[in-house]
């Protein structure tokens, strides 16, 4: 075992429904996962993370429904597989108010959130909880979602990235380059509260999109949240190495993962950025208890509420293949579709054959990631092997059982980190950024895409001299 010291980053893995990596398992006696329309929920979960000094609640979403299993969502609805799924935003202001510290990466897809809109609620939230957002960039993948925002089909994948590009520029310019430093006055005895010399319409005319006019909310305390980007094909490793501060891979083990974060680095590199300014998190499952058997049993019990429905429902929506129609013990293979890329390239990446068998056997529990089951001693080994052999940083932590998976974590496997050194014992001043990445003033780094156009003010003219002096009335 290595001797590297370097903290763990923790983030609790949820989404705004009932079924999210672990198909059937809302039916177990101890589970809360039907309250998810419940605010109360969210707040005690968000508290819990807190006492535990987890980094960040990362909450996934999706906007269309899995309905290629059987082509149909029957399987979805019947076992609650991510539908029905409620807006990601909604919770994040009350969980902010019951806490101090803990940070909330929110999932927005580029295809279907303008960017003149969806910068104003990041912004909004970024006031609203102090510096604690982060925005995790996606470009979608279901051919159910662009069907029900008027489109004939999904977009194809490398262009999605493309329109991902254009996207950011668009939102980088809002958030950084339309309201200079000290544009907000607040001068009461002037009547000043902006200066309107200091405010400038971003006059953005792309392929995609045309936003001529400045960003509606005033800078926030990140300006730009903390930017979370999942996806690691190809194309989305690229767009990460430029924009991403924390990017989300999938992974089957160490060996596996180090290949991936040892590429994206070198991406990193290539992109003219710090070693440091990317953070990397995969995907794990814990199932845990006092002792090892404990765990188990644990693991046992909850596999036989497993739901095999359920889950060839989400794999259906993750791969774009009808697991119905194929044999359940042929080997799978990864084909070019539009939808989740890396899925059954990450579940291929060790040499193994998965089937349609295996895959229920094994990810009814854990989804697109693996589970680890043990004592505290056997999980922080595993941690620390996925992060000193893996070259990832952290983990977005998903629940077998909710809220039980998280405060078994907190409760065993928290205290066995810390006395390791690898978990943080309370939280560092700051925005997330601040906490995140070390960085001083929680602003974009002068590395970062976004810090360009701080730099640079984007209009040639201020709104005053858009519309001239303002009128005076005696």
Known sequence: MTTSKKRIILNAFDMTCVGHQAAGTWRHPASQASRYNDLEYWTNLAIELERGAFDALFIADVVGVYDVYRGSAEGALQDAAQVPVNDPFGAISAMAAVTSNVGFGVTAAVTFEHPYLLARRLSTLDHLTKGRVAWNVVSSYLDSAARNIGLDKQIPHDERYDLAEEYMEVIYKLWEGSWEEGSVLRDKERGIFTDPTKVHP???????????????????????PVIFQAGASTAGQKFAARHAEAMFILATSPESARVLTDKIR??????????????????????????????????????????????????????????????????????????????????????????VREVIRQRSIGGLGPVVVGGPQKVADELERWVDEGGVDGFNLAYAITPASTTDFIDFVVPELRKRGRAQTGYAPGTLREKLLGDKDGKTRDSHPATHWRKHYIGKESVADASGPAASWA
Do not use: C
């Open 202 to 224: 971003i006059q953005h005319e792309g392929k995609y999109f045309k936003v001529p006019g400045f960003h509606l909310t005033e800078p926030s305390p990140q300006r730009t």
């Open 266 to 355: 070198a991406e990193v590199a290539a992109a003219g950025r710090e070693p440091d300014a990317l953070k990397i998190f995969t995907l794990l499952t814990v199932i845990t208890g006092p002792t090892d058997e404990a765990a188990q049993r644990k693991h046992e019990e909850y596999l036989s509420y497993a739901s095999p429905t359920g889950m060839m429902a989400l794999y259906g929506g993750w791969t774009g293949l009808d697991f119905a129609s194929l044999d359940p013990d042929t080997p799978l293979k990864a084909v070019e579709n539009d939808s989740l890329r890396t899925t059954l390239e990450s579940l291929a990446a060790d040499g193994k054959e998965w089937t």
